[in-house]
């Protein structure tokens, strides 16, 4: 992270959620007010959520970042936020990123990996990475946060 300025994981998120940002506008403001506090955590806190975060970079240019929580390693781990700007979709880089963290996660022995998305057309995506990285669904729940959206739920077992 020492490489890349503050600013850069609000950048890519909101570049990669540009089009969730149109289907749900009343939600804009929640949502950058999350990537921000998110860009901030990861800045702040270098030597603790800073080291979770991986930016994949093409030609030295930020196209993405995937991040994780390791605090329940071994017994569990989870995937957090995984984007790829649009003008590098469909090209793999997502499904690097998911299997670089299972590689992470395989390295400290843990036995179960959990990853969520969303139930909207925006998402089918990442449902799809994570179902070819060998994530199965494990249930669904709904929030109100963020639009409403009804959560899916994955896990992998190692």
């Known amino acids: 992270m ?26 804009v403001e929640k ?9 901030d955590d990861t800045f702040d806190y270098l030597n603790s959520i800073g080291r979770c975060v991986l930016i994949a970079t093409l030609n030295n ?8 929580d390791p605090r329940k390693i071994p017994k569990e781990g989870e995937v957090g936020q995984n984007c790829i700007v ?4 469909g090209k793999g880089y997502g499904k690097q990123q998911i299997q670089k963290v299972l ?9 179960i990996i959990k990853v969520t998305t969303a139930n909207h057309p925006f998402f089918v995506p990442a449902q799809k990475t994570y179902l070819s990285c060998g ?5 669904r729940s709904h929030t109100d946060a963020y639009g409403g959206l ?6 992998y077992t190692s």
């Open 2 to 27: 020492n490489e890349f300025e503050r600013g850069i994981i609000y950048k890519l998120l909101y570049e990669s959620y540009a089009e969730l940002l149109k289907a749900k506008p009343g939600y």
């Open 31 to 39: 949502y950058k007010a999350s990537w921000q506090k998110t860009d």
């Open 61 to 68: 240019e930020p196209i993405g970042f995937v991040s994780w």
């Open 86 to 89: 649009p003008s590098h979709r």
């Open 103 to 111: 590689e992470i996660f395989q390295a400290r022995a843990t036995r």
């Open 135 to 139: 994530f199965r669904e494990v249930g």
């Open 150 to 155: 009804e959560l899916i739920h994955y896990e």
